[in-house]
């Protein structure tokens, strides 16, 4: 398969990419792309399981043939780009919706796996089939993450100044295109606008050294943050079996988070071909049940925190380092 190029786009320049040229109207029409993406996706996962007609959240495949239209055109359009922003939030934001309160679950990981419905066994289906809704966090805040890690390298490990400024220019140049985004949000009724990412290093930053950058690395325990302050006390944490950046960011940082947010409910989910489903499963349905709790007035968080000591292993709640049972009774105080 060598005779295939693989274009890749980075901001480490590890790619030349030969006979391929990203040029300035394509990468305005991808991030244009994304900021349609995801505030399509934050509209939609905040809509969909309080919709009063069913299937009425279906609009979003109007809206995604709107907005692949638009990014199709040979030159982006600023002021199309900024209408259709506007009016996904608002049509969204205007469908009848029951008045139900559910527990809200953040969904967080390694990038593939928290966005691949097929990496993670569709767990926003599962979610809202559990009666929860689910908060993902935005795509492009993982590009605001790789250019601000030219901060702290030109700080620390001896790069170019000039590249860690034309990366802040280029998270100040992000902004601009997400501020129409942002402020539709904020006027809405029923959605939250995106975080900062200099907010987001400040607080993970406490928690974790933002040289941590393999991977998700810092950004992964500042996503977390960002979701625990703005009222997302329920958080499943999504990693690649045996993926050692995640263990050290997001399953390592699980302890402190929670005796910083003693409401913290939050467990780290294995994917893996070789993992048992049923046991992923287990897992999260505990997770709701405490969440469920939570929401109803009763304090689960020293619970959580003991079950989820007990469940680190295989999640079935046996303590074992095999799941042989799958996830079955196997006679623990917690699995009966």
Known sequence: MGHIPVISVNVGNMEQNPGFKVTIPMAIKAIQATVYGDVMMRCLYATRPYEKVPGSAELHKKWRAICTKAVSKRNPAMNEYRRIVRAIVKDFDELPRRPVKKPRVGVVGEILVKFSPLANNHIVDLL???????????????????????????????????????????IKLMDWFRADAKAALRKSKHFTEPGDIRHMAETSSKFVSLGNMTGEGWFLTGEMLELIESGVKNIVCTQPFGCLPNHVVGKGVIKQLRASYPDANIIAVDYDPGASEVNQLNRIKLMLAMAQKNLQGGSCATGAESHEEHTSSCGCGCGSHNDSHSGGSCGCSHCG
């Open 128 to 170: 809202e089939r559990e009666g929860a809704e689910a908060v993902m966090p935005d795509l492009l805040d993982f590009m605001y993450y790789s250019f601000y890690n030219l901060n702290f390298k030109a700080e620390n490990l001896g790069f170019s100044k000039k590249g860690a400024f034309l990366c802040n220019v280029g």
